[in-house]
């Protein structure tokens, strides 16, 4: 393999019901089977035929609990034994949760850390070590911008993303020469179903916009990206400010 392009196999979506994992799954779907993991998985038919229309070889369903990191082992070992070798392995699940909730319920916190960090630790350390028996693969994971730099109003869901970015960031490191390739995405504020009813912040973006970075950055080999761009130098900055001002800061 070398360092550009997407790594030949079957592409795996843990969250076949994300409006980006999809568009990442439809836009590198021709010629390729593809996995759809997902909760009440036998109601992924509307997916399903999305991918298949792209050009998908063939699509498949997995029953896939996130937070059931007990069964993640045996799951993907499954995946990799019936659908062969996995060359783009996607995980975009997640929960934004609710902020007051989680200040006041400890239990809603502790679930929302526990599936944006814990779980997300889980699938990766299993699919890191078939990818490194394989000897190549890509993995795609989501942090956020929230994480960058945590925020008073939405620092339950920030912290999670600051520890995933932090355990990718060091997990990448390990895979350096083993042929595995994993790109971690911080994108911005995305206009969709996981945030509507909320305002859009400033730079936002569409799944679409998120998955089109997101396949370049495969095809060339980038290590992260942000998205869109201009959020990494406004971040950059953003970590300057002084803690009295940045308290104030909205989400």
Not at 18 to 26: N, T
Not at 85 to 91: E, P, S
Not at 145 to 153: H, L, P, Q, S, Y
Not at 223 to 239: C, D, E, K, N, T
């Amino acid at each position: 393999m070398g360092t550009r392009g997407l790594v030949d196999g079957a592409v795996l979506l843990l969250g076949g019901r994300s409006e980006i994992g999809l568009e990442v799954a439809r836009r590198s779907a021709p010629g390729r089977v593809v996995i759809l993991g997902a909760r009440r998985s036998d109601e992924l038919a509307e997916q399903c035929a999305e991918i298949a229309a792209a050009g998908a070889s063939a699509v498949h369903t997995i029953e896939f609990d996130a937070d059931d990191t007990a069964s993640h082992p045996a799951l993907l070992e499954k995946v990799a034994a019936e659908h062969g070798r996995i060359g783009i392995a996607v995980l975009a699940f997640g929960v934004l949760g609710d902020q007051r909730r989680a200040e006041k319920d400890p239990a809603h916190a502790v679930a929302i850390l526990h599936t944006d960090f814990v779980a997300q630790a889980s699938v990766l350390t299993v699919l890191a070590n078939l990818l490194r028996a394989q000897g190549e693969g890509q993995l795609v994971v989501f942090s956020s911008v929230a994480g960058a730099r945590v925020r008073r109003a939405n620092y339950v869901y920030g912290s999670a993303k600051a520890g995933l970015d932090g355990f990718v960031s060091g997990l990448a490191d390990a895979l350096h020469g083993s042929g595995v390739r994993l790109l971690l995405v911080r994108p911005g504020f995305v206009i969709g179903r996981m945030t509507e009813g909320m305002s859009p912040a400033p730079f936002s973006s569409t799944p679409g916009q998120v998955a089109d970075a997101v396949v370049k950055g495969l095809h060339r080999g980038a290590g992260r990206i942000w998205v869109p761009r201009v959020l990494q130098p406004v971040f950059f900055a953003m970590r300057l400010l002084p803690q009295p001002i940045w308290r104030r800061m909205p989400r």
